[in-house]
């Protein structure tokens, strides 16, 4: 279906005021009217969306896809293509995985045409801030880039080096002037170069070991000089994937406080507990770490409570032989997640808290990142990024379903019941099971407009 006039009707449509029923009007490629029974224009399309919900499209602030440089490990083809069938319509691509990563112009260039080439989806870009490009920042704002991710810990990739917060504060004075938010992975280096040490020095590889060496202590601390550096430059400051309640709370005391600053956290860390690490080993490793129960039911609670600003994939692909073996401190780490972890956190939500929990992953994120007129909600004005979701019979996850270069995730056989039947990109079909069609169709998005 091109993207000419369309009129969607009979879905549960989730608009500003919750979910309800009604029609939305489609054309050239925008949402142009929303509302009950409305009248079918001279040679419209409709969609009968009857039995389904109409969300809108999945905007994930948070995917790595490495490419160029790493399309072995996923690339803009299969991540996109996999985002889709998780619920996506457009996504934020980290600048590390790729290579070059995405510190200055040049890199950026490559990037950028990389994705215009073969992501399905609508996409922008993080630009890096690492100790060798403070001077590169500006250029990269220039770009278009949404903000800037820094490491607050080594990053596992040797070309994208963690900051110190010497590096932070200054990176962050910069970042402040160009009106552009800081996003930080917050994990305290020395904490955890300590506490590997130990462990290490016993003789210790294993899961127990790994989960023990990064602590939630490690992400308070980290998160408590990133809060500081923020309150100090006034820079904007986004935590990713915060694990733990006490990080949650860090963050919106600061906010109330009346800093510009906002917290990410993972549908992993929602779903899956460090239980799944012992079951899975390497497919369920990432940092910060999956948490103990407890932790992650609280977790769960503060995202309900309105205290999480939002929610992103973190999907973060590696190649099986890079997940293999039993030395945990070795083995890759990343969750590859975005073709499920959405849908899964829609299977437990009601109808009563849908509404405010998917704005999570569709409004605020886009919102936060320069957006918020575009991307992200039904309404008039906003381009016509829906999915339609079937809610079905449980049914296990499998391999085979899976559209990610490296078919493994830790969420193969579990129950999901939620389906996207359909899904549209500014008015347009986004293929989600033609293997044959040609990639390409997403558009950038630049924070310059
Ligand atoms: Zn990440």
New binding site residues.
Partial sequence: MNARECLIRGGRALTSTGLERVDVRVAEGMIVEVGPALSSGAGADEIDATGQLVLPGVFDA?V?FNEPGRAHWEGFTTGSRALARGGGTSFVD?PLNASPPTIDRESFAQKRAAGEAASVLDFALWGGLVPENLDRLEELAGCGVVGFKAFMIDSGIADFPGVDAAVLRAGMKIVAGLGLPVAVHAEDSALIAARTAAVRAAGRRDVRAFLDSRPVESELEAVRVALDLAGETGCALHV??VSSPAAIAMVAAAKAGGLDVTAEVCPHHLLLDEAAMFAHGALAKCAPPLRDAATREALWREMLAGRVDCIGS?H?PAPADMKQGDDMFAVWGGIMGCQHGFLLLLDALDDMRLPAAWELVSARPAARLGFGDRKGRIAPGFDADLIFIERTEPREITVEELRYRHPTSPYVGRKIASRVARSLLRGSEVPLDAQGLPSGGGRFLSRIV
């Fill in positions: 948070h790595h980290m990713v994937h973190d973060s």
